[in-house]
């Protein structure tokens, strides 16, 4: 009775693995959405870390097994099982990354670098038998290393910037090669055969990354945009806090892709208002870059930038704000950046001439 049992469960999964999979997929997306950002950046690291550490076994073990002469029974089994969890660990590694850069990200600045987290997160499900090569394998690890440390090196060093990256770089460069050192002690006959593919991915892979940071395609985390709002009127408070006056808004004006802000003929102040999350002690200067798009030339163009530090380590993020004197009716955008230009992210709204009264609020933040 259970052998048949144990048949009968056999043989429904292997006709439901791949909706099954899929099914994984969504709800860890699901779930790593909702539960990364509610964590501490130290505990997500070593959530990250231990997904890390779990891939490069199941490759050693795959690569070990791949070498024994004989895969049957017991062997056969552990291979199998050994390739499904890489599978799943590479799909739960990548969907970490693609919710926490995204979330760090300005989708307008950032797009490349998150459209490749989300192609190797989709083609995970799609690829499970080039897992048995070696050099798929190397180049997917090596890409989840890179940005692990991308991720993990300013939360160690406090600062945010190109030298961080470059340390970032050649600490992924390190491992990669003392793993591939192991790989080739566990399995080398096969490493050999697939050594010219593993260096030439590896050189592709480090070159692509750095290509993205100095284009400023990467997002800069740890640093990210807790909120962000324009406002009519700001004021500090003696207690730190803000009182600010914005619109009185409708219940579904709430959910509009742009802000819209009316503002008085011919032109009025007013004031944007961040606020940056970062890790505790790190210092680093922040600009708020005010743009206007002009439709004559159909493109930004640049009208006002302010620059001031801001210290991690508020759970809201550090609050700081900017004053633009003169604000005309059109398409506004403020980009909010790192000393480099990278942009940590950004907020667009429309201004429009007053034609009516308008009702203004008042809140703390």
Excluded at 72 to 94: N, S, Y
Excluded at 199 to 212: H, K
Excluded at 338 to 362: H, N, Y
């Amino acid at each position: 009775m259970f052998l048949g049992l144990k048949s009968r469960v056999a043989d429904w999964w292997e006709r439901n693995e791949r909706r099954l999979s899929s099914f994984a997929l969504f709800t860890g997306f699901i779930v790593d959405n909702l539960t990364l950002t509610r964590i501490t950046l130290n505990s997500v690291s070593v959530a990250l870390f231990s997904y890390l550490l779990v891939a490069g076994f199941c490759i050693i073990v795959l690569n070990f097994l791949e070498n024994t002469p004989e895969r049957q029974g017991f062997k056969a089994k552990i291979h199998a099982f050994t390739l499904i969890i890489l599978q799943f660990t590479f799909g739960a590694l990548f969907s970490g990354f693609l919710v926490f850069y995204s979330r760090g990200a300005s989708i307008g600045a950032s797009w490349p670098f998150l459209l490749i987290l989300f192609f190797i997160l989709i083609g995970n499900e799609f690829l499970r038998t080039r897992y048995i090569r070696i050099g798929f394998q190397m180049i997917i690890f090596f890409i989840a290393l890179f940005s692990y440390s991308i991720f993990f090196m300013p939360i160690m060093t406090k600062k945010v910037g190109a030298g961080v990256f470059l340390l970032s770089g050649a600490a992924s460069l390190l491992l990669i090669y003392l793993f591939l050192r192991l790989i080739g002690l566990v399995s080398p006959e096969r490493f050999s055969k697939s050594k010219p593919f593993v260096l030439g991915g590896m050189i592709a892979v480090f070159g692509l990354m750095n290509f993205l940071y100095f284009k400023n395609l990467i997002p800069p985390l740890p640093l990210t945009l807790k909120e962000a709002a324009v406002f009519h009127d700001l004021k500090k408070l003696p207690s730190g806090e803000y009182l600010v006056t914005a619109e009185a808004k409708k219940w579904h004006e709430k959910f509009r892709l742009r802000e819209i802000v009316r503002v008085s003929a011919p032109c009025e102040p007013l004031y944007f208002w961040s606020a940056v999350f970062a890790p505790t002690d790190l210092e680093i200067d922040v600009t708020h870059v005010w743009l206007k798009f002009s439709e004559a030339k159909g493109q930004w163009l640049e009208t006002f930038r302010t620059t001031f530090p801001i210290k991690g380590g508020r759970v809201g993020g550090f609050r700081g704000f900017s004053l633009k004197e003169r604000v005309t009716p059109g398409l506004w955008r403020v980009d909010v950046k790192t000393p480099r230009g990278q942009v940590i992210g950004r907020m667009s709204f429309r201004a429009l001439e007053k034609e009516a009264q308008v009702d203004f609020v008042e809140e703390i933040k």
